[in-house]
């Protein structure tokens, strides 16, 4: 969103007020969590999970299936209630009372299949308050600026899949809200249409509005955001910058080999290792000089490869949630 004066939101919010804008910019998080727990019966889905989003921000709910970033987004959306602990939304406790200021992309989607992707973009513009012919504008303008400009007036049933995903984010962010919450938005999409979402989500970082996007996928969460909150079995894992996070992980060694793949176990300063059958990752704990490591391999196997590797998020997940399941 390019957001340039004049255009359909900004006049929008001109003819409105813009005192309730103000009031966000003065806060320091557009989110917080304290303490939080949820449980469904006997399970616990969150467990006293607490963290602060920095307004301005894109932050990643990172996990697995079944973590608990799905239930943390529907409680902050008020969708369901938190057994215990307090959730504040852009500075208020309500968070009911901030909905027009947030846009959702929710985990489970649909689209009305019948509307065009004009009409249903412009559509949710109005639920939030935006006069008509205001709505109708931002979604041209939306639509166009994200490529599905010659798939305006095709009714959405009939667009593809990645095309329907985007008119989906639109219609979140169309309104303009402060706070933008898109739960596994890049599931089995194709990497043009990763791209463009990304490219939003950049676009309203620019802004100086706030993005979390929930996903599985640890390399999605590495290209798009600046702070990670990984969470496993319903806990908070670690929670930070992306580069504090990465600095908590093992740095790798890949190398290309002959010789028996036996000599890679137990080696002084490899935390583990993954072999594919002469390729091999090592990870190594801190204050271990990959030079060492390096000696000790060349003594007893061919090294046709040694590249050393920069931690990735990846790295840093495995790493936590494997000292998790230890303590």
Known sequence: ??????????????????????????????????????????????????????????????????????????????????????????????????????????????????????????????????????????????????????????????????????VQILCAIVHGPELVILDEPFSRLDPVNEDIIRNIMLALKQQGRTVIVATRAAEQAEESCDHITMVDKGSKVVDGTLAEVKAAAERGVLIDYDGDSSVLRDLPGVSRFRDDGGQAELFLNDGTDPQEILDLLVSRIRIKRFDIRAPTLRDAFERMVEAKDRA
């Open 1 to 166: 969103m390019s957001g340039v004066g004049g255009s359909p939101i900004e006049t929008f919010r001109s003819e409105t007020t813009e005192s309730w804008r103000r009031a966000f910019l003065s806060l320091e998080y557009a989110l917080v969590l304290e303490d939080v727990t949820k449980r469904f019966g006997d399970v616990v889905a969150v467990h006293d999970v607490s963290l602060r989003t920095p307004r301005g921000m894109i932050q990643g709910f990172l996990g697995p299936d079944g973590a608990g970033k799905t239930t943390m987004i529907r409680m902050i959306m008020s969708i369901i209630p938190a057994d215990s602990g307090t959730i504040e939304v852009l500075g208020s406790r309500r968070p009911e009372t901030v909905k027009d200021s947030v846009g959702y992309l929710p985990q489970e989607r649909g689209l009305y299949g019948a509307m065009t992707a004009r009409q249903l973009v412009a559509y949710f513009g109005k639920l939030k308050g935006m006069p008509a012919r205001y709505a109708r504008a931002r979604a041209e303008d939306l639509l166009a600026e994200y490529g599905l400009a010659d798939w305006r007036d095709t009714r959405c049933e009939s667009i593809p899949r990645g095309g329907r995903r985007i």
